[in-house]
């Protein structure tokens, strides 16, 4: 699996914009890109997925560069919820394909 | 119903006992997973059935035994585990075996071992 480069952490303010950046520079062109959150004590959950076009839905919006190179997780308005480490994971299409963790970046909330 | 059930929540048990953990999905998602976590660390891939059948099995060793009786269920069978299997042990599915939908979790049975 092509492997992706996070912040070990970031903070936020509440009800501000976050940004999370996520690199993955060996991507290959049939490589999604999927976001996956933890909050405390719970299992992972989707947040967003997508491969080459900017994705939007309720909770997230996924930015990709044009190359593909690095993407970027937009949480347009951080609420203490969203507190929790978020994962970007390559998705590789080729038969059964797992996700494979890496080590994420646990993002805190202030109010 | 897009839940992810797992059963129990809590199990603590003895290095000479034999228990089993429990996955249902009622989603007909035909793809399931096993993952363990340590605390403070990622989830780590274990085991992944495809229609029912194991696909990948991460190099886990044989105390651990998963089983798919059906294309709803998943069972992990545990026997003679040692103290450091005790985890977070994660079950997901997904609808199929592409990179292009999502997967689902449940909340995880903690395994104390003791």
């Known amino acids: 699996d092509a492997k992706t480069t996070q912040p070990n952490s970031m903070e936020s303010n509440e009800e501000e914009p976050v940004h999370l950046p996520c690199n993955h520079s060996t991507i290959s062109g049939t490589d999604y890109i999927h976001w996956y959150r933890q909050l405390p004590s719970q299992g992972p959950e989707y947040v967003i997925h997508?491969?080459?076009s900017n994705v939007n839905n309720r909770m997230a919006s996924l930015a990709i560069a044009e190359d593909r190179k690095s993407s970027t997780l937009i949480l347009h308005r951080a609420t203490l919820r969203d507190a929790a480490v978020y994962y970007c994971?390559?998705?590789?299409?080729?038969?059964?394909?797992?996700?494979?963790f890496g080590k994420g970046t646990r993002l805190s909330v202030i109010a | 119903d897009t839940e992810v059930t797992q059963t129990p929540k809590h199990l603590v048990m003895g290095m000479t006992n034999k228990k089993s953990l429990k996955c249902e999905q009622h989603m007909g998602h035909r793809a399931m997973y096993w993952y363990k976590q340590k605390a403070k660390k990622p989830p780590e891939l274990m085991f992944v059935y495809s229609y029912e059948k194991l696909s990948i099995n991460e190099s886990v060793p044989s105390r651990f035994s998963p089983e798919c009786p059906n294309s709803s269920l998943l069972n992990l069978h545990l026997h003679a585990l040692q103290p450091e299997d005790s985890a977070l042990y994660l079950c997901?599915?997904?609808?199929?075996?592409?990179?292009?939908?999502?997967?689902?979790f449940g909340q995880g049975t903690r395994l104390t071992v003791v």
């Open positions: 994971i390559l998705n590789a299409y080729s038969g059964n394909t797992p996700l494979v």
């Open positions: 997901a599915s997904r609808r199929g075996t592409g990179p292009y939908t999502e997967a689902f």
């Open positions: 997508g491969l080459t």
